[in-house]
């Protein structure tokens, strides 16, 4: 037992037989520097569906689930104590029109009448004019009480706000609904659809930072253009689908340190009918926050930890081991990692075995491919789908 807890024996640098160790040339190309949130999609129009009449409901012709268009008829309510109403304020109308031809007859002869001196006073000539004025009035109330009745039947007719998909029917026939209380359904519009993830405030002050360093640089455009955002579903590999950041809100959350950003994307849809992106669903968002760049990559496993800081064992051209201080950056899909300083290009380093060898150590490096998995590209380009 105490043997088998003894620590390898390390390798003697002075020692005639040299340890055999895999070497990898750093790989170097073009990356973006993202970073992950997850996200939620929301319809751009969400519309709780209420009646603007109080009554019993008589029809309900849409088809649950359906997709309606703007102006269907979704409720019907029943009109007849609103079209009893309409009639009745119809007559009113009426009436007052009559009065007020009366009222202008009445106030014309007394017109007449006032031209020969001493015929008719002054007072009754007043009264005339206003009888005629208070009938002008009334026929006034009357057609804005007839207009509020008019209202009041089309609102018996619940009339879809937007074009979109419909929910189920939250009251059935037979029932009474109330005004502005009952809610009889929901309908979410489904392209485009937004996207909204939270950023915390490290990244955001990330960002804002490498935004103001490159509008240092003599060629930061103007008219800065709109960032690209990559969205993956749960059962996707990578970020298939793009979307552009179009809204940033204008505080942080001071409970959760938090700032909402939104991206906007256009759903798509199988055979015009089914859209792949739901209100409410959840998803991965890469957002891009630099631009193209060339870096150097290496496995995670040829970098060791020394107190906290990172480091790497170089082989120089005589096969001697040099321990070099770099500065890890992002892991990228294919699970290589992004060095920002220490490592040149064509560097090579020891892959496998660092916590047998020391510095100093002269080896026989066995040269191997850079260890990595099968390189995603996570801004692939969308997958051709029939949009509606």
Known sequence: MLLGCTPPKLPDP?????????????????????????????????????????????????????????????????????????????????????????AKADNLRAKDVGKTPGAISKQDLDKYLAAEEEAFAAVEASKASLEVHKLNLEFSSVISPISGRISKYYVTLGNLVTQDNTQLTTIVSEDPIYCYFDADERTLLKVVRKIQALKKKTDYPEDFPETPVHIGLADEKGFPHQATLNFTN???????????????????????????????????????????????????????TDQGLKFVYVVDNDNKLEYRRVTVGELQSDNLRAIESGLSPGDKVVVSGIHLVRPGFIIKPDLIEMPATQFIDERAPETKTSNE
């Open 14 to 102: 002075d020692g005639d037989k040299n340890p055999a160790v895999q070497v990898s040339t750093v790989v170097q190309r073009e990356i973006t520097e993202n970073v992950r949130f997850t996200g939620r999609f929301n319809a751009i129009n969400y519309v709780e569906i209420k009646p603007r009449a109080t009554g019993y409901l008589v029809s309900t012709p849409f088809k649950e689930g359906s997709y309606v268009q703007k102006g269907d008829l979704l409720f019907a309510i029943d009109p007849r104590p609103y079209q009893a109403k309409l009639d009745d304020a119809a007559g009113q109308v009426k009436l007052y029109e009559a009065k007020l031809r009366l």
């Open 250 to 304: 204008n505080l942080i959350d001071s409970q959760t340190g938090t700032i909402t950003l939104r991206a906007i994307i256009k759903n798509k849809f199988k055979d015009s009918k089914t859209p792949l992106f739901l209100h409410g669903m959840f998803c991965r968002v890469l957002l891009p926050i630099s631009r193209p760049k060339s870096a150097i990559l290496i496995a995670d496993r040829a970098i060791g």
